[in-house]
């Protein structure tokens, strides 16, 4: 039987216990007939100083991302969106096709991730783009596997902002204002498209208005990854006040 509100496709997407962004900005995309089913990903909101700090947050969040699989999938999802992006990019495209592989297996069907969703939209917004920038919430560990993901699949990156945030529900106080001024340090003549990365980042928004006034894509990674799983999918929606890739492609 098909399920009476989510007739379209019910998406299990699976978060990080401290993190309040992505539902929200997934819920806002959402188009009738799609509903979105979240597990967490149960991790402490611990300190983020430096690299050490941040290696085991990320090693927190690979102890229990597999039960965060198995409890969403008991509401038999079509479909599983990654609501996370820090371990999607880990050891570079080689490290994302794997760790793919490995979710998809445990899960029994097929899913979005942050990595995968960021370079399709490239693609999708400029077969021409080489040359990027990027925004991250991270300690710099982790923005070099960013550096490095992209780097593999053939983008120069050509500046990154950091933001070292202390802590794991720090990241969604990180204001549009910040996020503002990121945008406007990072941007260049040169540089053909900004991304942000860190699904607890609140950036969707700001992203459709940044890309409108620059001209030239601006990626919230909230937008990239919801926008994969819809079309994934094919369901061909247009969604306004989110940019270019929900509203034209």
């Known amino acids: 039987m098909t399920d009476s ?9 699976i978060a990080p216990s401290t993190n309040t962004s992505v ?3 997934f819920d806002a995309m959402r188009p009738p007939g799609v509903t979105n089913h979240f597990g967490r990903i149960s991790i402490p909101n611990m300190k983020l100083a430096n690299d050490p700090d941040f290696s085991a947050l990320m090693d927190a ?22 609501g996370m992006s820090a371990e999607t990019f880990w050891d570079g495209l080689e490290g994302s096709v794997e760790l793919e592989k490995r979710i998809e297996a445990r899960a029994g069907v097929k899913v979005a991730m942050g990595s995968d969703a960021c370079r399709a939209a490239l693609r999708t917004l400029g077969p021409d783009i080489t040359r990027i920038a990027v925004i991250t919430p991270y300690q710099p560990v982790g923005d070099r596997q960013v550096v490095r993901f992209f780097n593999d699949c ?6 990154l ?3 070292k945030c202390e802590s794991p529900v720090a990241i969604a106080h990180v204001s549009e204002r910040t996020l503002r001024d990121a945008i406007l340090e990072l941007n260049d003549s ?9 699904t607890n980042l609140a950036m969707a ?11 030239k894509p601006v990626i ?3 937008t990239a990854t919801y926008w994969w799983a819809l079309r994934q999918n094919g369901i061909q929606d247009k969604v306004q006040g989110f940019g270019a890739l929900l509203e034209k492609h």
């Open 5 to 13: 509100l989510g007739w379209r496709r019910k998406f299990g997407v």
């Open 161 to 163: 902002k950091g933001l």
């Open 190 to 198: 040169s540089v053909q498209a900004i991304v942000q990365v860190g």
């Open 220 to 222: 919230a990674i909230n």
């Open 61 to 82: 969040i690979r102890g229990t991302i597999m039960d965060c699989v198995d409890s969403v999938m008991s509401c038999e999802p079509d479909y599983l969106v990654m």
């Open 154 to 159: 053939g983008y120069e990156v050509a500046a």
């Open 23 to 25: 539902q929200p900005e």
């Open 205 to 215: 928004r700001l992203a459709a208005i940044a890309e409108f006034w620059l001209d």
